[in-house]
């Protein structure tokens, strides 16, 4: 080991001794029937648990209590229905915001559980195509206020020249949307947009663990920015920027072993393809494993930064951020970092194997727990 090894290896043991560590690894409750895909969760005032799974197609309200599950409406394309459905989202009154990528809008459920009514994204201005101006308010939503406004990432330009910062866009579900700050981006981990006629094709960059700034947003409006060198966390609102203290890591040395693991879960997720415009028009979208892209290894990095992706980052009621550490070896840990609203690294947990955090309720946190077949279960814990 060298001596810079050493002395990074010396500097996070001492930061991170300083603080707690929480292990979670007896729920308070688990849902026994197994999910596919789960990408939404959200705790009800009742205690009951909204969620979604976008390979299922199911969108169902659970009782962890009973074991019992309804549906909430059903797939379409009218009114109330779903295509696809991604994210669920609160908004104020206990209603829940469906992120619907298949029939590109949003679905306002009541708290009762039922569809209200369909929401589309506002119509683009300045001659600028639909497609491109509806993409970033469906595939980069990355939160909700108290208000119930969303906020998404603004796209890069496809050209090989650009900004190296996007705006951060804040819509109120009805005309505006404004600009609600920026984040810095680096180019390796854009996504990629293919044009073949009058189709729009998207994708992620083919680079393993991409090093960028990750961002989620509180129930203030504030803006929690996860950066990864130096590893720290900012929070951004209307009275400015509060920087966070700077937390030492040890970069994580890539080797056979994580390359081998980034494959394994390359191969087990699900890829979406959104296609815009088309002989048809309109928009669309399809969750396919047996339509993956071709196989092939991605440019790897000598080192892992300290988290990558962008569900690397989530912010709980309460207003902490929770960002999800890189790991080491075939199966690593499952570990989070939590910082305060100040940007202070607080505590530090850990989770049992092969599971993730999917959503947070007031005072609890909802895991996903693979099994060996890679089916998911939903697990309830007290924070």
């Known amino acids: 080991m060298s001596r810079l090894t050493l002395a990074l290896c010396l500097l996070t043991t001492a930061a991170t001794a300083q603080v707690p560590t929480v292990s979670y690894a007896r729920p308070e409750a688990t849902f026994e029937e197994p999910f596919t ?4 969760v959200r705790e009800m005032a009742d205690g009951r648990v909204m969620v979604s799974d976008i390979r299922d197609k199911t969108v169902q309200i659970i009782d962890l209590r009973t074991g ?11 009114p109330g229905e779903w295509s696809l459905p991604v994210a669920l989202w609160p908004q104020p009154d206990g209603q829940t915001l469906l992120q619907d990528l298949g029939n590109m809008r949003y679905l306002l459920i009541g708290a009762d559980g039922k569809p209200i009514r369909a929401i589309a994204p506002p119509r683009p201005s300045g001659g600028q ?25 603004g796209s890069l330009p496809s050209g090989e ?20 700050g920026w984040v810095p981006v680096n180019r390796e981990g854009r996504r990629q947009v293919t044009r073949i006629n009058n189709s729009i094709t998207v994708r992620g960059a083919n680079r393993a663990w991409p090093s960028e700034v990750q961002w989620a947003t509180a129930g203030d409006g504030r803006v929690a920015m996860a950066h990864p060198a130096p590893y ?4 951004v ?4 920027a509060r920087v966070g203290p700077t937390v030492p890591y040890t ?6 072993a994580e390359k081998k693991a980034y494959r394994s879960a390359m191969t087990r997720s699900t890829p979406i393809m959104i296609t815009l415009g088309g002989p048809g028009g309109g928009a669309g979208a399809r969750s396919n494993a047996a339509q993956r892209m071709p196989g ?9 930064p300290p988290f990558t992706g962008r569900d690397a980052i989530m912010v709980t009621p309460e207003g902490e951020a929770w960002i999800r550490r890189t790991g080491q070896g075939a199966e690593p840990i499952p570990s989070y970092d939590v910082f305060d609203g100040t940007g202070k690294l607080v505590r530090q947990v850990t989770l049992r194997p092969r599971s993730r955090v999917a959503g947070f309720g007031h005072g609890t946190v909802y895991l996903v727990r693979l099994d060996e077949d890679d089916l998911q279960y939903l697990e309830r814990y007290r924070r």
């Not at 599950?69 to 009218?78: I, M, N, P, S, Y």
């Not at 639909?130 to 969303?150: E, N």
């Not at 440019?299 to 892992?304: G, L, S, V």
């Open 37 to 40: 895909s789960l990408r939404g």
């Open 68 to 78: 019992t599950a309804v549906a909430v409406g059903r797939e379409g394309r009218g």
């Open 129 to 153: 195509s639909q497609g491109i101006s509806l993409l970033p308010m469906m595939i980069d939503l990355r939160g909700t206020d108290a208000q119930g406004r969303l906020y998404f990432q």
């Open 161 to 180: 020249a650009g900004p190296d910062s996007v705006p951060i866009m804040r819509w109120d579900l009805k005309e505006r949307v404004d600009t609600a």
């Open 232 to 235: 720290r966390v900012n929070w």
């Open 237 to 240: 609102g209307s009275a400015g």
């Open 251 to 256: 970069p994580i040395r890539v080797t056979d």
């Open 296 to 304: 092939e290894d991605p440019e790897w990095p000598e080192t892992m």
